[in-house]
């Protein structure tokens, strides 16, 4: 059997279908039943569901979270973790019929964390663990391939490197021996990678629950109003390994395009390689058609996967894969990030194909979604004799145009002082979100599609253009440069823009329709005829202050004014019992009351 392969004993389907629970803490993921994402995070929770369906996903238990709240209210580990731990350890062999630490057939895992509420790439991820001296050995033994071997070795040792030990390692080269690794680790942190793969695991485990408490994790759940006591659950997951021949490879697959909500299946693809090439950035992956190209009975079996994930799951999925020596298995899937054009076309479409009602389809859209579509984008010619700077994949869609500020600390120094900027990165990282947040646009010098800085960006709705090359930063640093994220380009200066309008676009017609029908409270536009008798905020003392609204208001049955362009302003209507109001664009205004009484 290949290694970490799931082609069970006869005993492997009644240990894998029945979930159950070694004590307190932890939960196998067997598939019969769907314990709440509260308790298992949306990793766990996706990893079941999938196994219910009947698709191919390596098996796995879950730390829930109520270990990691534990943790988080007391500082100690949670009495009897450990213990458990051994347990679900002990499930997974007996399942695998594999050994952790062993000498023959080894058993390689996973330990990812995986919170209620996705936080894409907020925090920690350790792969290939169980790697030491004696299991590289056998790995290399069962597989005939010292090469395979050396380099699964090295790629754990690095992850757990970084993420545990907190090192920063130097470049090391392509030809360094194990033993160079391990110096190297030595020398950052004083510290070796245990040998033995119970402590490893133990590590692991406490790396992803200090994750939950990054500055990055923090900083993106401030930004996206997720509370910090919620805390991760901790998946460990039997390895599939891409990087073991020319029929393996790994992958991220979008069920539709995430961009512009094309319909047809969307992703990338990269051969050799683990799910840490791709999402990192430090590897630009090819389209899904190089799959296709090179497997296609497995591109029919993953296009056919996702086909019955989006029906199951009502939306639009990302679905990270795998290829082992030609036979698929799914890791992940959830709702897809996507940027503001495709949230808003997935919405009608799917009312349209009957899988969502009107309802549903007004709660996926944001207000600040609609905002960014709304924004301002390139004139028409405006590019004509404009000169480009620098080129890339379109990873979200919108107009950027700033400075060129190539420190993330920097960038949101100069952004809060009321500067626009736009961030330009080798690759970015979770480490970069602070910066992200701030930009009026995202650029880098590496990646693809499905990187951290593309999928990030979607989330933000920030523009942003990936994979522009080596020598990108040095050519815009310091530069006011007008960034196109639809079309993937840089250009000097600061070129015009037009914003369009809502009442042009008939996929926001159609919202405004469905909106309108339910929203508590009358939007007109600004210049409707009754905002002639609107009491006018902009004239007020503190008129722009959301919190000051109420008072000013009061008696006032109708309002206008600039703050009411803002989700904060709308909710101060509501609440201070305004029948009507007038704003700029009257979408994000119904989607911000809609959101209100949620």
Not at 294 to 311: C, D, F, I, Q
Request: aromatic share 4%; net charge negative.
């Amino acid at each position: 059997m290949t290694p970490g392969g799931t082609a069970p004993p006869s005993c492997f389907e009644n240990l894998y279908t029945m979930t159950h629970s070694p004590g307190r803490w932890i939960l196998t993921l067997g598939g019969n039943d769907l314990p709440e994402k509260s308790l298992i995070g949306g990793k766990a929770w996706s990893i079941a569901r999938m196994r219910a369906l009947g698709l191919p996903v390596p098996p796995a238990f879950v730390i829930t979270t109520r270990a990691c709240t534990s943790w988080l209210q007391t500082g100690e580990i949670p009495e009897g973790l450990f213990e458990e731990l051994a347990a679900g350890m002990q499930w997974l062999q007996e399942a695998l019929q594999r050994q952790f630490g062993g000498d023959a057939k080894p058993l390689l895992v996973s330990v990812r964390s995986g919170a209620m509420i996705s936080m894409p790439g907020m925090m920690d991820t350790v792969l290939n663990l169980g790697m030491n001296a004696r299991t590289a050995e056998a790995l290399a033994a069962e597989t005939g391939d010292m090469a395979f071997a050396m380099d699964t070795h090295k790629r754990f040792l690095d992850l757990y490197a970084r993420i545990v030990l907190r090192a920063t390692l130097p470049e090391l080269a392509a030809s360094a021996e194990i033993a160079d690794w391990q110096q190297a680790i030595f020398e950052a942190t004083g510290q070796a990678v245990p040998e033995s793969t119970e402590a490893q695991l133990k590590g692991a485990v406490m790396a992803v629950f200090e994750s939950w408490n990054s500055r990055r994790a923090r900083r993106y759940r401030d930004h996206h109003a997720i509370p910090h006591d919620l805390g991760t659950a901790v998946t460990v997951q039997a390895m599939v390994f891409g990087n073991l021949d020319a029929r393996s490879g790994t992958g991220v697959l979008f069920s539709r395009n995430p961009l512009n909500g094309d319909p047809a299946a969307y992703g990338e693809y990269l051969a050799r390689a683990q799910g840490e090439d791709v999402v990192s950035g430090r590897h630009t992956p090819q389209p899904l058609s190089a799959l296709a190209d090179a497997m296609p009975e497995v591109h029919t079996a993953l296009l056919r996967a996702a086909e019955v994930l989006e029906r199951e799951n009502g939306d639009v999925q990302d679905i990270e894969f795998t290829v082992q020596q030609g036979e698929l298995f799914l890791l992940q899937s959830r709702a897809a990030k996507r940027a503001p054009a495709a949230a808003v076309r997935f919405a009608v479409d799917m009312v349209r194909e009957g899988r969502i009602d009107t309802a549903t389809a007004l709660a996926r859209v944001t207000a600040e979604q609609v905002r960014v579509l709304l924004s301002p984008r390139l004139a028409d010619g405006a590019t004509a004799e404009a000169e480009l700077l620098a080129s890339g994949e379109a990873a979200c869609q919108g107009v950027g145009v700033g400075t060129v500020v190539t420190h993330t600390d920097e960038a949101e120094q100069r952004a809060q002082a009321g500067e626009a900027i736009v961030l330009a990165r080798d690759t970015t990282s979770p480490d970069d979100v602070h910066g992200m947040i701030v930009a009026k646009a995202v650029v880098t010098e590496q990646g693809g599609s499905t990187s951290h800085a593309a999928v990030v960006s979607r989330a933000l709705g920030v523009p942003c253009v990936v994979g522009c090359g080596a020598g990108t930063l040095e050519r815009l640093k310091g530069r006011i440069v007008t960034v196109d994220g639809a079309q993937g380009r840089i250009y000097a200066g600061a070129l015009p823009v037009l914003a369009p309008l809502e009442a042009d676009e008939p996929l926001l017609r159609e919202l405004i329709a469905w909106a309108e029908a339910r929203a508590p409270l009358e939007v007109c536009a600004e210049d409707a005829p009754t905002a002639a008798s609107a009491l006018d905020l902009d004239k007020q003392k503190g008129g722009e202050d959301p919190l000051q609204l109420a008072a000013l208001a009061t008696g006032a049955e109708s309002l206008r004014g600039a703050v009411l362009n803002s989700d904060e302003g709308v909710r101060a209507a509501m609440a201070a019992g305004i029948r009507r109001i007038h704003v700029r664009q009257r979408l994000p205004a119904l989607l911000a009351a809609l959101a209100a009484l949620t």
